[in-house]
């Protein structure tokens, strides 16, 4: 999603492979014959890693290009995008460790009803929420979106929800095109700047303080005075 990495359920592979994999194959086919790897020889790469790594592997991405039948730049950025399009195109998996394994997700779902999964469960997830929400969050084209959240139920606002610690990039504040219904305009510097998004703390869906771990114990850095029921909460956190 987005050009960039997410965690999935293993379950759900075949749906983000049916939604994302032929945009990015499309997508990276540029950078590709810019390394010397026109379309031919670029699916070519992909049916031979398939193979690589099946039989021999995991592999790191300079043990899997130095085993094609044809040079690549072994030095450069062909070994990544090579395998990033052989992951795209669903035969390769990372097993950790900058190595790779073989993947067989099976049969995928047709790409129209999987991206309409896709919105489904995002509107399920993501009340109150919109078409434009689902394209920021998605990375999708626009034709991919109005044609799935046609079939969306939106929903209403969420039940009140507790005080609550979240991890730096949290999806809380990457899942909507705008951050403003979870954190003020006037806090946001404090936890979005160079391209990290920061720990945060949560209540009722709000954002009112960013958090790190010192020597084992969780330090707020509050954008006001805490209630008695936020500080409560980090003085039941410190002492659990």
């Keep these: 999603m987005r050009g960039t990495l997410h965690l999935v359920a293993a379950e759900d592979l075949p749906l983000m492979l049916a939604v994302f994999g032929p945009l990015h194959l499309k997508r990276g086919q540029r950078r590709l014959t810019e390394l010397g790897l026109?379309?031919?020889l670029a699916e070519r790469s992909t049916r031979e890693v398939a193979e690589i790594v099946?039989?021999?592997?995991?592999?790191?991405?300079h043990e899997i290009a130095a085993q094609l039948s044809f040079p690549i730049d072994r030095e450069g950025q062909a070994p990544i995008h090579v395998v990033a399009r052989a992951a795209h195109?669903?035969?390769l998996i990372e097993v950790g460790e900058g190595r790779y394994g073989p993947l067989d997700p099976g049969p995928l779902p047709d790409r129209d009803a999987a991206v309409r999964e896709l919105a489904r469960r995002y509107a399920a997830a993501h009340a109150p929420a919109g078409a434009a929400d689902f394209a920021a969050w998605s990375?999708?084209?626009?034709?991919?979106?109005?044609?799935a959240w046609t079939d969306v139920e939106v929903?209403?606002?969420?039940?009140?929800?507790?005080?609550t610690l979240l991890g730096a990039f949290d999806e809380w504040l990457l899942g909507w095109a705008s951050r403003e219904h979870?954190?003020?305009p006037a806090d946001a510097p404090r936890v979005a700047r160079g391209g990290i998004i920061r720990a945060v703390a949560i209540d009722d869906g709000r954002v009112f303080a960013t958090w790190r771990r010192v020597?084992?114990?969780i330090v707020p850095e509050p954008f006001g005075r805490l209630t008695r029921a936020q500080a409560s909460f980090f003085s039941a956190q410190n002492d659990a």
């Design 215 to 217: 020597k084992g114990r």
């Design 182 to 184: 979870t954190l003020a």
């Design 155 to 163: 929903v209403g606002d969420p039940e009140p929800g507790p005080i």
């Design 38 to 40: 026109p379309p031919d």
């Design 139 to 147: 990375g999708l084209p626009a034709a991919d979106v109005r044609a």
């Design 54 to 61: 099946a039989e021999r592997g995991p592999l790191s991405r």
């Design 89 to 91: 195109a669903g035969v």
